[in-house]
Every structure is written in structure tokens, then in C-alpha cells.
């Protein structure tokens, strides 16, 4: 059985500098400057400028050069950060570059414990890049939290966790993770990619960083990148901005634009996406070609109660296990309103195989230890009609009866 999610609460936070209170919705809509102040438009300028004129020797309007500071980019920054609940956003390139600018913050020598269950692209670059460079790495199932205090060592500075994590749907407890790290005085990084600010806020309870690949459900559309870490502590502010000029990953100024339009619809986007999940697991809870489905708004689920207490939602993620490993290239091939494609988030549909796809970069130990094995396959549900999309299944699940040995 599913349960309905809490209510978004409709005045639930005050926005910095004395802001009115709105709902999640509103603010997405409005954004951090409703309109330009000069013109009256309501839709935010596109300022495609590499470069800013001078006023004179010594002066500047406040914008010099786009890699560093740009109005489009500032704006959506903003934005994410008033979303976020927090005091500053920085938007990147991707996700991954966001991820590579937080880490930055750490030494050579400091230990961070991470979901062992989360995106594989973040595996490898931590691994393949960081470690290299005298960087420590402890892999951990985090919805554990006895195993998280377990890995705790003397030189942990931080903790980096999904939840619900990637792809396997787990619910760590940020409360709980954010008093252990506390005790090594070091930093919590919430994934919040999969909810997105409109369904969980970590920076409400604990967490110290947030980051996401806003090319999912922020922009929302399968048409552009971008990446964004928010947080609200002043002493490091400074830091990710010099990190973020440095190396050059900022947010162009067209695709700070096209995050900004997708925002506007991120509440009714999310709300669609989680009403198709939640009637589309329930479906294939029941389907014979199906062994086991994944997703937090099960009432069975471990993480249920959890997720309840931290989140406003479940969010529109799925993975699920096909009963026979023959029965997974029948789906991917007979779907076609889904579309098998990596990602997620979008408004359209799309299927995946993480063994191959988002979490190959994983040791084949660690994959299974985790759950990723050769009959997952992982569902972003869109916001098509949900009858649709079960009808798209039911005829691909089909054909495995007719053609699987």
C-alpha cells in the first residue's frame, strides 16, 4: 500500500533579508527577482556577455567577467538557494562538476564516509581522482546509521550521502548523520537530486551542503545541464566562490536561463511525477514478470516512516528487479513510450539499466553488495498519463513471457 504524502506546507519557511514567507510552489514560479527591476520583464534576461564594461578605473557595475560572476547565473543562484532554505547557491557546468568544487573544500589526509549506493559517476571521480591526491574513502551502507558511527575515524571531515539513494531507493537519516559528523567537526553533503527542494530541505535538519544535478528534475525538460551546491555557512562561502572561478565550471549564462524556466513548473512537475510513481509501483507490485520494486512510498519500506519524518514526498524514482536476467533486454527493447536512455527526471519517461549504464564505474562487488545486479532496472517516471505508461509496460513485460528461454 502507498500513502499519500504530507501536505506541502503552504507558508513554511521566510526567505533571507526579511522575504514574505511563500510555499515552495510560489517561490519556484517568482524566483529570487519576480521581474527585471529596468524593464519590467517578467522572464529574466539572458545576458549571453563573456565580459562587463568598466565605469572607470577601479569601478565595476558588479559584473567584470561571466566565468566569475554573470546576472542570469546569479539570479538562478538565488533562486536555488531560496528554494533551498540557505544563503548561497552556486550553480556549475553539471552535477559532477558541483560535486569536484565541494570536495575541494577537504585536505589530502581527510576521510569522508559515502553511500556505497549512489550514483556511479560520483564513485569515479572520487576514486580514480581524488584518492590519488591523499584523499580518504570509506564506503557505507548510510541507511545504516550504527555502520555509519562505525566508520567513523579520528581524520573524518565528511559525510556524503543520498537519500533516496541511487538506484536502490534507500532513506538515510540526515538528523542522525549530521550529529555523527558533528563530533569530527565535519561536513554533511546531501545528494538532494532525487526529491528535489520542493519534496526535502536538508538544510532544515543538519545538513551542512546540499548539491544537485540540476540537469534532472530542476531543469526538468532532458535539455540542458547544470549542477548547484547551496549552503549557509559564511565561512566557506568565499572558498567554494574562489573554487568555482578557478576552475572554470560555472553555468553558462543561456543554460542558467532554460534551469530557470524549468523551475517555474517544478511544483506541478513533481507533484504529476510523483502521482504516475506511486500508481505505476503499485501496478508492477503485481505484475508476474516483476520480483521486487523499489520505492520509498511503500508502507512496507524500511525507509518509509523515515522518509516521512525529513521529506514532503516520495518523488517519481522507481527501480525494480526483473525475475529472470533474460527478461531485462526484452523490456529495453519493446518499450516505446518509455525511452531507454540514461538520466532522469525529465518530463518524459526513461528507462534504465545501471549495471551498464549509470553505475558501471562501480566494482562488480560493490554493485551486488548494494543491490545492483543484472535484473535491475531503474524507472524515471515523467509526467506523461500514468495508463499510458503502464499500458507501454504491460505490452513490453509481455513479450518476456513469449520470448525470454
Given at each position: 500500500?502507498?500513502?499519500?504524502?504530507?501536505?506541502?506546507?503552504?507558508?513554511?519557511?521566510?526567505?533571507?533579508?526579511?522575504?514574505?514567507?511563500?510555499?515552495?510552489?510560489?517561490?519556484?514560479?517568482?524566483?529570487?527577482?519576480?521581474?527585471?527591476?529596468?524593464?519590467g520583464a517578467i522572464s529574466v534576461p539572458i545576458y549571453q556577455s563573456s565580459t562587463f564594461r568598466h565605469p572607470?578605473?577601479?569601478?565595476?557595475?558588479?559584473?567584470?567577467?561571466?566565468?566569475?560572476?554573470?546576472?542570469?547565473?546569479?539570479?538562478?543562484?538565488?533562486?536555488?538557494?531560496?528554494?533551498?532554505?540557505?544563503?548561497?547557491?552556486?550553480?556549475?557546468?553539471?552535477?559532477?562538476?558541483?560535486?569536484?568544487?565541494?570536495?575541494?573544500?577537504?585536505?589530502?589526509?581527510?576521510?569522508?564516509?559515502?553511500?556505497?549506493?549512489?550514483?556511479?559517476?560520483?564513485?569515479?571521480?572520487?576514486?580514480?581522482?581524488?584518492?590519488?591526491?591523499?584523499?580518504?574513502?570509506?564506503?557505507?551502507?548510510?541507511?545504516?546509521?550504527?555502520?555509519?558511527?562505525?566508520?567513523?575515524?579520528?581524520?573524518?571531515?565528511?559525510?556524503?550521502?543520498?537519500?533516496?539513494?541511487?538506484?536502490?531507493?534507500?532513506?538515510?537519516?540526515?538528523?542522525?548523520?549530521?550529529?555523527?559528523?558533528?563530533?569530527?567537526?565535519?561536513?554533511?553533503?546531501?545528494?538532494?537530486?532525487?526529491?528535489?527542494?520542493y519534496y526535502q530541505n536538508p538544510l532544515d535538519i543538519g545538513a551542512d551542503l546540499v548539491v544537485h544535478s540540476?540537469?534532472?528534475?530542476?531543469?526538468?525538460?532532458?535539455?540542458?545541464?547544470?549542477?548547484?551546491?547551496?549552503?549557509?555557512?559564511?565561512?566557506?562561502?568565499?572558498?567554494?566562490?574562489?573554487?568555482?572561478?578557478?576552475?572554470?565550471?560555472?553555468?553558462?549564462?543561456?543554460?542558467?536561463?532554460?534551469?530557470?524556466?524549468?523551475?517555474?513548473?517544478?511544483?506541478?512537475?513533481?507533484?504529476?511525477?510523483?502521482?504516475?510513481?506511486?500508481?505505476?509501483?503499485?501496478?508492477?507490485?503485481?505484475?508476474?514478470?516483476?520480483?521486487?520494486?523499489?520505492?520509498?512510498?511503500?508502507?512496507?519500506?524500511?525507509?518509509?516512516?523515515?522518509?516521512?519524518?525529513?521529506?514532503?514526498?516520495?518523488?517519481?524514482?522507481?527501480?525494480?528487479?526483473?525475475?529472470?536476467?533474460?527478461?531485462?533486454?526484452?523490456?529495453?527493447?519493446?518499450?516505446?513510450?518509455?525511452?531507454?536512455?540514461?538520466?532522469?527526471?525529465?518530463?518524459?519517461?526513461?528507462?534504465?539499466?545501471?549495471?551498464?549504464?549509470?553505475?558501471?564505474?562501480?566494482?562488480?562487488?560493490?554493485?551486488?553488495?548494494?543491490?545492483?545486479?543484472?535484473?535491475?532496472?531503474?524507472?524515471?517516471?515523467?509526467?506523461?498519463?500514468?495508463?499510458?505508461?503502464?499500458?507501454?509496460?504491460?505490452?513490453?513485460?509481455?513479450?518476456?513471457?513469449?520470448?525470454?528461454?
Amino acid at each position: 500500500m502507498i500513502e499519500k504524502p504530507k501536505e506541502i506546507n503552504e507558508l513554511d519557511w521566510e526567505a533571507p533579508g526579511g522575504a514574505p514567507s511563500y510555499s515552495p510552489a510560489t517561490l519556484a514560479v517568482h524566483g529570487f527577482t519576480p521581474f527585471d527591476p529596468h524593464t519590467g520583464a517578467i522572464s529574466v534576461p539572458i545576458y549571453q556577455s563573456s565580459t562587463f564594461r568598466h565605469p572607470g578605473l577601479r569601478q565595476s557595475t558588479g559584473y567584470d567577467y561571466s566565468r566569475c560572476i554573470n546576472p542570469t547565473r546569479t539570479e538562478l543562484e538565488n533562486t536555488l538557494a531560496r528554494l533551498e532554505h540557505g544563503q548561497y547557491g552556486l550553480a556549475f557546468a553539471t552535477g559532477m562538476g558541483a560535486i569536484s568544487g565541494l570536495i575541494k573544500l577537504f585536505q589530502p589526509g581527510d576521510h569522508l564516509i559515502v553511500s556505497e549506493d549512489l550514483y556511479g559517476g560520483t564513485y569515479r571521480l572520487f576514486t580514480e581522482f581524488y584518492a590519488k591526491y591523499g584523499f580518504q574513502f570509506s564506503w557505507i551502507d548510510t541507511s545504516d546509521t550504527a555502520k555509519v558511527e562505525a566508520a567513523l575515524q579520528p581524520n573524518t571531515k565528511g559525510l556524503f550521502i543520498e537519500t533516496p539513494s541511487n538506484p536502490m531507493m534507500k532513506i538515510t537519516d540526515i538528523r542522525a548523520c549530521a550529529g555523527l559528523i558533528r563530533q569530527r567537526e565535519g561536513l554533511l553533503i546531501v545528494d538532494n537530486t532525487f526529491l528535489s527542494p520542493y519534496y526535502q530541505n536538508p538544510l532544515d535538519i543538519g545538513a551542512d551542503l546540499v548539491v544537485h544535478s540540476g540537469t534532472k528534475y530542476l531543469s526538468g525538460h532532458n535539455d540542458t545541464l547544470s549542477g548547484f551546491i547551496v549552503h549557509s555557512k559564511a565561512d566557506i562561502e568565499e572558498k567554494l566562490r574562489v573554487i568555482q572561478r578557478s576552475e572554470g565550471a560555472s553555468l553558462a549564462p543561456f543554460d542558467a536561463w532554460l534551469t530557470l524556466r524549468g523551475l517555474k513548473t517544478l511544483a506541478v512537475r513533481m507533484e504529476r511525477h510523483e502521482a504516475n510513481a506511486a500508481r505505476i509501483a503499485r501496478w508492477l507490485r503485481e505484475q508476474p514478470q516483476i520480483d521486487r520494486v523499489f520505492y520509498p512510498g511503500f508502507m512496507d519500506h524500511s525507509g518509509y516512516a523515515l522518509n516521512r519524518s525529513q521529506a514532503r514526498g516520495n518523488g517519481g524514482m522507481i527501480s525494480f528487479y526483473a525475475r529472470k536476467p533474460g527478461y531485462v533486454p526484452i523490456i529495453l527493447k519493446q518499450v516505446s513510450l518509455i525511452l531507454f536512455a540514461e538520466s532522469l527526471g525529465g518530463v518524459e519517461s526513461l528507462i534504465t539499466y545501471p549495471l551498464e549504464q549509470t553505475h558501471a564505474a562501480i566494482p562488480e562487488a560493490m554493485r551486488l553488495a548494494a543491490g545492483v545486479n543484472d535484473r535491475l532496472l531503474r524507472l524515471s517516471v515523467g509526467i506523461e498519463d500514468s495508463g499510458d505508461l503502464m499500458a507501454d509496460l504491460e505490452q513490453a513485460l509481455g513479450r518476456c513471457s513469449l520470448e525470454a528461454p
